[in-house]
Structures are given as structure tokens and as C-alpha cells.
């Protein structure tokens, strides 16, 4: 149940700066499965978190400029900013990000 609030941060080049865009939604936290833990160390990652979101709050967050598309980069959570290192629709209304 997706009782915790999370914010997806998007992050767009503009001329010279980089605009942040912030997005705020509802997650669940869990643990990191432990293969997906191993798998990620394995190449240098250390995951922390897996966050489950709606992937329709996901889709939300994605900006098309021109011909390129800014996925979310990176998720705020109770105080903390993490980045994520993987994201991908578990099911038909569930999204799994991984951040370290």
C-alpha cells in the first residue's frame, strides 16, 4: 500500500542551467531483493532502496524536448535525495525503482 510520499525529480538542460523539475507522488518503500543487490554490486552499484510507485505517476515526470526524452534522475525521500539506477513496470500498476 502506497501510504509514504515521495518526490520524482526530472532534471532538463535549459540553454546553460539545469532546471529541476519536482514531482511529488505516492510510494511504497521495500527492501532490495538480494540477487537484484548482488547483480548491481557486482558492476560498482550499491542499491539502497526500492521504491514502488504508480508507472501512470512515472509517466507523469517524463519530458520530451524536441526529439529527446528526461526520464526521472534522481527521488527525494524523508530527507534524503537518491538517485535512481533502475526503473521498470513490474506490472500493470506497479512500478519498481532501485536508487543508491
Do not use: W
Not at 521504491?51 to 527525494?76: A, E
Not at 500498476?93 to 536508487?99: A, F, K, L, P, S
Amino acid at each position: 500500500m502506497r501510504n509514504d510520499v515521495c518526490v520524482l525529480i526530472t532534471s532538463v538542460p535549459e540553454g546553460v542551467e539545469i532546471i529541476h523539475h519536482e514531482t511529488e507522488v505516492f510510494c511504497e518503500i521495500k527492501s532490495v531483493v538480494r540477487s537484484e543487490f548482488f547483480a548491481a554490486y557486482g558492476v560498482g552499484l550499491t542499491p539502497k532502496l526500492t521504491i514502488s510507485i504508480n508507472p501512470d505517476d512515472y509517466k507523469v515526470c517524463i519530458m520530451t524536448i524536441g526529439n529527446q526524452k528526461y526520464r526521472p534522475s534522481q527521488i527525494r525521500y524523508d530527507g534524503e535525495l537518491y538517485i535512481i539506477i533502475r526503473a521498470f513496470q513490474k506490472n500493470i500498476g506497479e512500478m519498481e525503482i532501485t536508487v543508491r
